[in-house]
């Protein structure tokens, strides 16, 4: 007969396989145990109307260096920009422009347009 602490202990077990498993599909990895496998170098570039943000200003804008390395998952920089964006700098229309490159494999760009 299973007991009510075996019940939780099984519960409480089996929720996480089930997270780290589909944590190994998502693209972001927020709350799982999965490793992150994955370190991109990337360089993002910012402006607001006719005005190229500088690396200072890119650093405060996401609390992230303008130019550097990301070891979770792009996704997860991808997220905080289009957070930012679509929140405290809605109204600034700025155009975003991430350059980055993943396990040393080709360079990709993203790119965000008011």
Not at 15 to 26: E, P, V
Not at 64 to 71: H, I, L, Q
């Amino acid at each position: 007969m299973i007991t009510l602490k075996k019940a939780a202990l099984i519960l409480l077990f089996g929720t996480q396989i089930i997270l780290i498993i589909l944590g190994y599909f998502s693209n972001t990895k927020y709350f799982c145990w999965v490793p992150y496998d994955q370190i991109s170098l990337y360089s993002i570039e910012v402006s607001v109307g006719n005005h190229l943000l500088s690396e200072e200003e890119i650093s405060a804008r996401y609390r992230r260096p303008a130019t550097g390395r990301e070891n979770r998952n792009i996704e997860n920089l991808i997220a905080i920009i289009q957070q930012y964006e679509s929140t405290y700098g809605k109204s600034q229309l700025a155009r975003v422009r991430l350059t980055y490159q993943t396990n040393g494999k080709d360079l990709r760009t993203w790119e965000l347009t008011p």
